[in-house]
């Protein structure tokens, strides 16, 4: 059983359609993929259309947006009922925030002395229910301005450059209550990406994990062998379910092909039956 608990297609910010995706994820060997675009539930149709289509178990999941202690924190969650009013209006409001921003950071582009536009941007988002800094990356690579995504980020996009521009994201706590509320496990992704070891720590997942948290990420590109082997100890303290996946963008990021880092069937057993038995938090009241 090859499980991958973590991919994007163009609903958000992967480059292959969610049929494409699934599709590619069969032809990798897979046999469960989970769909978990930003912010958004767009693909979940026709990736379960093709998922019957070519035999593989989709999981259908998002990858919400959250802030915690002025950090982000990205909250995967699988099985949500993506209508739970709850859910549908912190993510309308951070679709609205991530559309709302694009005109600010072409703003900062333009003034850096980049002749892009809004509509430059809008053509790389095409289909994009979750437009973000990608589609803005992809704009200036068509443009010719940088090379790849990676430079867009690095020279204008990325925290602390010219053209970074923040937006809205949803209370971490907030986030666990709601997908538990809608039906849904939730798992923190990279909890220790990118920014290393300055993440939640122990005593914050126990909290966390009180809320609803089912599990942790552990098996991430942007995790060394040191912060998995800390974070896998961690998991095991709290009884949390230990997550490997690939983060797959299609040809958006490099070194994250499908199947690079994978779920053992136990673990993913263990995250389907806490949606089960709901013990990945208390029913929301009423
Ligand atoms: P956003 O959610 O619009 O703020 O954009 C964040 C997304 O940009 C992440 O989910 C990544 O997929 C992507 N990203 C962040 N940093 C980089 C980078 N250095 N190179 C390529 N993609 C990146
Ligand atoms: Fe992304
Ligand atoms: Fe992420
Ligand atoms: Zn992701």
Known sequence: MRIDLHTHSRASDGTDTPAGLVHAAAAAGLDVVALTDHDTADGWAEA????????????PGMEISTVHRGRAVHLLAYFPDPAYPPLAAELAR????RAARVPTMVDRLNRLGVDITEDDVRLAAAGAAAS??????D?????????????????Y??????AHVDRYATPLEVA??????AGGVSVIAHPWGRGGPGGPDEATFAALQELGLAGLEVDHQ??????????RAIARNLDLVVTGSSDY?????TDHDLGCNTTAPEEYERLTSARATGTSGAPHPG
């Open 48 to 59: 379960a259309e093709e998922a019957t289509r070519v035999g593989i178990e989709l999981v």
């Open 249 to 253: 963008h299609g040809v958006g990021k």
């Open 157 to 162: 996009l990325g925290w602390g450059r010219p």
């Open 94 to 97: 951070i679709l609205v925030g």
């Open 176 to 181: 666990i209550r709601a997908v538990a509320g």
């Open 222 to 231: 942007d995790h060394d062998a040191d912060a998995r082997g800390q974070l």
């Open 139 to 155: 704009a200036l690579v068509t443009l010719g301005v940088v090379p790849d995504r990676t430079a867009a980020f690095d020279r």
């Open 132 to 137: 973000g800094r990608p589609h803005v990356a």
